[in-house]
T-cell receptor, first 115, second 114 residues
Framework: GENVEQHPSTLSVQEGDSAVIKCTYSDSASNYFPWYKQELGKRPQLIIDIRSNVGEKKDQRIAVTLNKTAKHFSLHITETQPEDSAVYFCAAVMYSGGGADGLTFGKGTHLIIQP | DSGVTQTPKHLITATGQRVTLRCSPRSGDLSVYWYQQSLDQGLQFLIHYYNGEERAKGNILERFSAQQFPDLHSELNLSSLELGDSALYFC?????????????FGQGTRLTVV
């Protein structure tokens, strides 16, 4: 089955600086890669996703890059703000027409924005 | 609010007991996924139901089972509970049918086994 590794487990950056979180996956058949943000005690919320036919996607201060050859994808947050402090999870899944499998998540990165 | 409703929000029970967690998906969503979140195992996929049928199993123990009813709500049954089953249990729903789309998570049920 799929295995997703996520690094670092904790990341502390100064407000206004950039943050980068990296993930690798094992199953070359995976074709959908979402990123979720989870605040303490709350549900995971999708912040951005990328499909295997795209190399990069941006949404305001957030971007995701995907390297299928290396089986590696990354989350980039620029101009970090205090409200970006949370735990971020990467995930991967091989979606087929049946869409049966659930997401395989990384272990999460605790992002701390220092004022 | 994601539109996915989970009940109860909190549940405290003793070892050996059985509990049922309930999930109502977003209106129109046919897929329900169950996930377990614990400190040591992280977020793990348990099982997926689509329009009443089981579609995939993940790391779900034999003591756990689920079903999806004709009105599309789903229940996760946990039996012979152990201390290690204490976790946050999420369900997520998605419409499916036209490519993989965002799975919307409910607020979760926090299960504490004592």
């Amino acid at each position: 089955g799929e295995n997703v590794e996520q690094h670092p487990s904790t990341l502390s950056v100064q407000e206004g600086d950039s943050a980068v979180i990296k993930c690798t996956y094992s199953d070359s058949a995976s074709n959908y890669f979402p990123w979720y943000k989870q605040e303490l005690g709350k549900r995971p919320q999708l912040i951005i996703d990328i499909r295997s036919n795209v190399g990069e996607k941006k949404d305001q201060r957030i971007a995701v890059t995907l390297n299928k050859t290396a089986k590696h994808f990354s989350l980039h947050i620029t101009e970090t703000q205090p409200e970006d402090s949370a735990v971020y999870f990467c995930a991967a899944v091989m979606y087929s027409g049946g869409g049966a499998d659930g997401l395989t998540f990384g272990k999460g990165t605790h992002l701390i924005i220092q004022p | 609010d994601s539109g996915v409703t989970q009940t109860p929000k909190h549940l405290i029970t003793a070892t050996g007991q059985r509990v049922t967690l309930r999930c109502s998906p977003r209106s129109g969503d046919l897929s329900v996924y169950w996930y377990q979140q614990s400190l040591d195992q992280g977020l793990q996929f348990l099982i997926h139901y689509y329009n009443g049928e089981e579609r995939a199993k993940g790391n779900i123990l034999e003591r756990f089972s689920a079903q999806q009813f004709p009105d599309l709500h789903s229940e996760l049954n946990l039996s012979s509970l152990e201390l290690g089953d204490s976790a946050l249990y999420f369900c997520a729903s998605s419409p499916m049918g036209q490519g993989y789309t965002e799975a919307f998570f409910g607020q979760g049920t926090r299960l504490t086994v004592v």
